[in-house]
Nanobody, 119 residues
């Protein structure tokens, strides 16, 4: 059974930092592209950052480039999102996603962790 469990969310002041973690189980972690999405109240879910495997190529939404960093540790079956210079507009539920396309699309989601940026 595939499980993705996010942690590290919370309340932070504007300009602050948080590090989100996602622990994966039940999958061959190194074979999956890992993604962080977020969904703010009243808005659609959006892709924030992605990291490929192998090679660890990364990509980011324009709104977070230069502030967020995605990384992975295949030995620990974990993916991280370091978020710096947080803004009120970053407030959202952040979701971890594991994706692999073979002869069908495998797509797994965590339950999310809430990040609130407020003074």
């Amino acid at each position: 059974q595939v499980q993705l469990v996010e942690s590290g969310g919370g309340l932070v002041q504007p300009g602050g930092s948080l590090r989100l973690s996602c622990a994966a189980s039940g999958v061959t972690f190194s074979a999956y592209q890992m993604n962080w999405y977020r969904q703010a109240p009243g808005k659609e879910r959006e892709l924030v950052a992605t990291i490929a495997s192998p090679g660890a190529t990364t990509d980011y939404a324009d709104s977070v480039k230069g502030r967020f960093t995605i990384s992975r540790d295949n030995a620990k079956n974990a993916v991280y999102l370091q978020m710096n210079s947080l803004k009120a507009g970053d407030t959202a539920v952040y979701y971890c996603n594991a994706r692999r396309a073979t002869w069908y699309l495998e797509d797994y989601w965590g339950k999310g962790t809430l990040v609130t940026v407020s003074s």
